[in-house]
């Protein structure tokens, strides 16, 4: 009888690499890389989409983590799990989109969105929005996956190669700066 896992043990990847593919995928072989590929593609999707918020930009940052895992193949140790490694750096490549994309003039209204939960209240959302784009790239990183997506903050440190209460003290600090942001925009709760 097996147990069930509890809500802090969430798999988000799927099994970890089997038999000899992580040292066939580390000496560079195309096929163990597309295999790996065909097996990781939809949950790095998934978590990438979890950060920038959009479906194209995550699609983005999906090949663009895979191109370098891909390149980046012999740092990798077979020993260890790749669903942590390709998570960490989708994370990295979605850190640079976002910083991208806010530094681009296009940026500044699709980064508004890109981590604003819905909300009925149509000013409302707009609010959350800006002051969800006021933040710096890392503590909006944070907030979307600690407060929007609900993600445990141990999930949250692994991914981004941080102590459990550096994420925690970016949450306390994400959530006390989109305060301020929503006070100063007149909006108080």
Not at 124 to 134: N, P
Not at 163 to 178: D, E, M, Q, W
């Amino acid at each position: 009888m097996s147990a069930r896992p509890s809500k802090t043990e969430y798999r988000l990847m799927p099994n970890e690499l089997a038999g000899d593919l992580p040292t066939r995928f580390v000496q560079g072989d195309l096929d163990a890389f597309e295999s790996i590929f065909k097996q990781f593609e939809a949950e790095v999707y998934r978590w990438a989409l979890r950060i920038v918020r959009e479906p194209a930009a995550a699609e983005e940052v999906v090949v663009e983590a895979f191109w370098r895992a891909y390149r980046g193949r012999a740092r990798f140790d077979p020993a260890r799990s790749f669903g942590a490694w390709i998570r960490t750096i989708a994370t990295n490549v979605a850190r640079d989109y976002i910083r991208s994309a806010r530094r681009s003039p296009q940026g500044d209204s699709s980064g508004e969105e890109m981590a604003a939960p819905s909300v009925s209240d149509p000013g409302l959302s707009e609010a959350v929005a800006i002051a969800f784009g006021g933040l710096s790239g890392t503590l909006r990183i944070v907030a979307t996956l600690a407060l929007i997506e609900e993600r445990p903050y141990a999930e949250i440190a692994e991914a981004l190669g941080v102590p459990v209460g550096t994420v925690k003290s970016r949450v306390f600090r994400a959530i006390r700066l989109l305060r301020q942001e929503l006070i100063r925009q007149g909006i108080r709760s």
